[in-house]
């Protein structure tokens, strides 16, 4: 089957500091990936996507990499800043269907 | 540039009453889903539709209606509401053509 799993949060960085947040998948065929961002009270924006392995998603400084071998799409970025704070969301799309992960909580403090 | 209108986006119910939810999208989107959020369980698809006139269950569909007869609107119903339909309610769509969905603001649906 399909699925995803993500690292547990809440995370809390300083600003400045690295961000990491680990995602894996279980799929059949060749999925694409995503990693979605929800500010508070709002619906999901897509933050970059990756279609294919070896592909490099990026977007506002966020960067992913699709690694088939070892079915891997962590988030990173370099220096966070204080309006990164939300929850974000690694996903799957598999045929018609998208599955997601649990979503992580992140915190950037000044 | 509306995208993914959703209506209402509050709502309290008491336990039985039925409602009905609206997703419009205006990007001619050939896909649609419904979703429910809860806290530490990420998305959860309840309906979703491939097109006009279909619909299809998700992971968590019992307890819900859908009816997909506009290409632009998807519909989500509530028969008789319980305290676990509780939360935030999230349609996306997505065309054929794209990878990716795009989501409405989302319903909080509270029911007591």
């Known amino acids: 089957g399909n699925s995803v799993t993500q690292m547990e949060g809440p995370v809390t960085l300083s600003e400045e500091a690295f961000l990491t947040i680990n995602c894996t998948y279980t799929?059949?065929?060749?999925?694409?990936l995503f990693w979605y961002v929800q500010y508070p009270g709002e619906g999901l924006q897509l933050l970059l996507k990756?279609?294919?392995?070896?592909d490099k998603g990026s977007n506002k400084g966020f960067e992913a990499t699709y690694r088939k071998e070892t079915t891997s799409f962590h988030l990173e970025k370099g220096s966070v800043q204080v309006s990164d704070s939300a929850v974000y969301f690694c996903?799957?799309?598999?045929?018609?269907?998208?599955?997601f992960g649990t979503g992580t909580s992140l915190t950037v403090i000044p | 540039n509306a995208g993914v209108t959703q209506t209402p986006k509050f709502r309290v119910l008491k336990t039985g009453q039925s409602m009905t939810l609206l997703c419009a999208q205006d990007?001619?989107?050939?896909?649609m889903y419904w979703y429910r959020q809860d806290p530490g369980m990420g998305l959860r698809l309840i309906h979703y539709?491939?097109?006009?006139?279909?619909?299809a269950k998700g992971e968590v569909p019992d307890g819900y209606n859908v009816s997909r007869l506009k290409k632009q609107n998807f519909l989500l119903g509530l028969e008789s509401a319980a305290p676990s339909q509780t939360s935030v309610y999230f349609c996306?769509?997505?065309?054929?053509?794209?990878?990716?969905?795009?989501f409405g603001q989302g319903t909080r649906l509270t029911v007591v």
């Open positions: 996306a769509s997505r065309g054929s053509s794209n990878t990716e969905a795009f």
């Open positions: 799929a059949t065929g060749y999925p694409s």
């Open positions: 990756a279609t294919k392995a070896d």
């Open positions: 996903a799957l799309r598999s045929l018609k269907e998208f599955y």
């Open positions: 990007m001619n989107h050939e896909y």
């Open positions: 539709s491939v097109g006009e006139g279909t619909t």
